[in-house]
């Protein structure tokens, strides 16, 4: 699928034309430098490898630099393939939010905000004991038991328990497209994007 | 520039009415839609606070009706808003007046400012 890099800004509310209260996200879309074109006879599939994010060319590996010198731009922090872009685009090219413009749902990829080592309520929506008294005590929110006795002697593999949450990557579908301001290169979607404010994501159409 | 001003001012509806803070008893014109019916509203009460900032705004609002005490919030920039008008100043020592929740009667009195 055709789309960009960007990064979050943050979140707001407008009202709509019905006078309704609308949460949404605010996310700076490219411009993006194209800077490899993939090909079926050299690569095996066609796709276009875009570029986004300023980076000091002092903390770029040699490799790297050379990889941007010959799509003559700055060195990017973001590499991301993507493909079916309508128009052609030759390497060094420039693509901004404009590719956006027809399009009333867009999908949105980022990494979620790390949340540590958390129980299972939080971790998997399990829904505790449920109950605080009768003689309950300190299992308020335990995941209860977690397989049979000596038929199997195991724990099955995949069994939902505590751990690391967060920070995963996560696409939200068909987020609305409210509004485009082409100056500032930015994007307003409704409802939220995963990540913290500032953190890169991929804008897909 | 700040992005997220950038977005708001986009759809920045410019507001008419005068300025108020905490303390000040007002009466806010609230349109309703009442099935394809739509009428306005008047709701007169005591600003206890006001919090955000840019588009995201909201003023609360505190009366005393039949006996119980109410409290709407209304976001400041709300298409629905159609006047806010100022019946009397309040002199108050803080922007958030939650003391006056715990009041009644003559106790939840606030001094007019005067100039």
Known sequence: MAGLIGKKIGMTSIFSAEGKNIPCTVL??????????????????????????????????????????????????????????????????????????????????????????????????????????????????????????????????????AGRTGGDRVKVLNLKLIKIIFEQNLLIVKGSVPGSKGSYIIIEK | MDLIKVTENAFKKEIDFPKFGSGDTITVSYRIKEGSKERTQNYRGVVIQRKGTGATETFTVRKISGGVGVERIFPLYSPAIEDVKINKRGKVRRARIYYLRELRGKKARIKERRF
């Open chain 1, 28 to 161: 700076q879309v490219g411009p993006c430098v194209v800077t490899q074109i993939k090909t079926k006879e050299n690569d095996g599939y066609e796709a276009i490898q875009v570029a986004y994010g300023n980076k000091k060319e002092r903390k770029t590996n040699s490799p790297m630099n050379g990889h941007f010198k010959k799509a003559k731009t700055s060195p990017k922090r973001k590499l991301v393939e993507f493909s079916n872009f309508k128009k052609k685009y030759k390497l060094g090219d420039t693509i901004t939010v404009d590719i956006f413009k027809d399009d009333v749902f867009v999908d949105v990829t980022g990494i979620s905000k790390g949340k540590g080592f958390q129980g299972v309520v939080k971790r998997h929506g399990f829904h505790g004991v449920g109950e605080s008294t009768h003689g309950q005590h300190n299992r308020l929110r335990a995941p209860g038991s977690i397989g049979a006795s000596s038929d199997p002697s195991r724990v099955f593999k995949g069994m939902r328990m």
